[in-house]
Antibody, heavy 117, light 110 residues
Framework: EVQLVESGGDLVQPGGSLRLSCAAS????????MTWVRQAPGKGLEWVAN????????YYVDSVKGRFTISRDNAKNSLYLQMNSLRAEDTAVYYC??????????WGQGTLVTVSS | QSALTQPRSVSGSPGQSVTISCTGT?????????VSWYQQHPGKAPKLMIY???KRPSGVPDRFSGSKSGNTASLTISGLQAEDESDYYC??????????FGTGTKVTVL
């Protein structure tokens, strides 16, 4: 059974940093792209970042470029999102998801990041 | 990277059909056959309902169907059931390994 479990969400002050993790199981992690998608309270889904199977390529939505870094550790079947210079508008539930060509087939339950003073 | 446009809400009685539109541009919806649809119940993770415009994952009822014409994709729920009441989001590949989601539609079963 495919499972994705996010962790690391917390309350952080504006300008602060946070690292999210996503533990994957039930599939061969190192052969798939992975992604982070977020959802602000009461709002829609927003694609945030993608990472290639071997971690050599990363892609970001414009609003997080230069502040967020997606990475992965295939030996630990884990995906990460390092978030720096956090802003109030980054407040959201962050989901990790498995990427298939053109869509996202399995999602975690999400972890809440709140940016507030 | 502008969000795809969906109606805010649609509604129908049990047994009826409802259709949700998803309008983008030639750089996303119109440019690729990579439109997917997700169902999201309150407080839950999104669930894949349709991929590659028309395909249904195993376990998704066949009353859910997808289509596309030009820059607009559509999700149709036929034979609406109470458990279909949820939020629905479209998503399209937008080139250069990026994706864009729709604004979301709340489906209400009357």
């Amino acid at each position: 059974e495919v499972q994705l479990v996010e962790s690391g969400g917390d309350l952080v002050q504006p300008g602060g940093s946070l690292r999210l993790s996503c533990a994957a199981s039930g599939f061969t992690f190192n052969i798939v792209w992975m992604t982070w998608v977020r959802q602000a309270p009461g709002k829609g889904l927003e694609w945030v970042a993608n990472i290639k199977q071997d971690g050599t390529e990363e892609y970001y939505v414009d609003s997080v470029k230069g502040r967020f870094t997606i990475s992965r550790d295939n030996a630990k079947n884990s995906l990460y999102l390092q978030m720096n210079s956090l802003r109030a508008e980054d407040t959201a539930v962050y989901y990790c998801a498995r990427v298939r060509p053109g869509y996202h087939d399995y999602w975690g339950q999400g972890t809440l990041v709140t940016v507030s003073s | 990277q502008s969000a795809l446009t969906q109606p805010r809400s649609v509604s129908g009685s049990p047994g009826q059909s409802v259709t949700i539109s998803c309008t983008g541009t030639s750089s996303d919806v119109g440019g690729y056959n990579s439109v997917s649809w997700y169902q999201q119940h309150p407080g839950k993770a999104p669930k894949l309902m349709i991929y590659d415009v028309t395909k249904r994952p195993s376990g998704v009822p066949d009353r859910f169907s997808g289509s596309k014409s030009g820059n607009t994709a559509s999700l149709t729920i036929s034979g609406l059931q109470a458990e279909d009441e949820s939020d629905y989001y479209c998503c399209s590949y937008a080139g250069s390994y990026t994706y864009v989601f729709g604004t979301g539609t709340k489906v209400t079963v009357l």
